[in-house]
């Protein structure tokens, strides 16, 4: 998996696919893997940075105010944001 986030606010979560041989690879394809959306969230501002833990369960992404999002994986494909502001 791999995370992108964007100036129009949106983070993205992508699993990539690669083929097992070089040579398999699809000649009419400007790409050496296969890649799917498995996860998308908007944000009402830009999002500069993301990134995963070693363990790839959590992700977080960061807006351009320095705002930390963190978002914990709960399935193959399913990712749960988390409330950091949440009282006890």
Known sequence: ?????SKDGKFIIWEIDF???ITNINKNSNSFFAYK????YKHNKPLWRCSF???GVLVNCIDENGECFIFM???RSI???LDLHKKK
């Open 73 to 75: 994986k709960t399935g």
């Open 79 to 81: 990712f749960v944001k």
């Open 19 to 21: 083929p097992e041989e």
């Open 37 to 40: 959306n498995i996860f998308e």
């Open 53 to 55: 833990n070693d363990s």
């Open 1 to 5: 998996m791999i995370c992108s986030t």
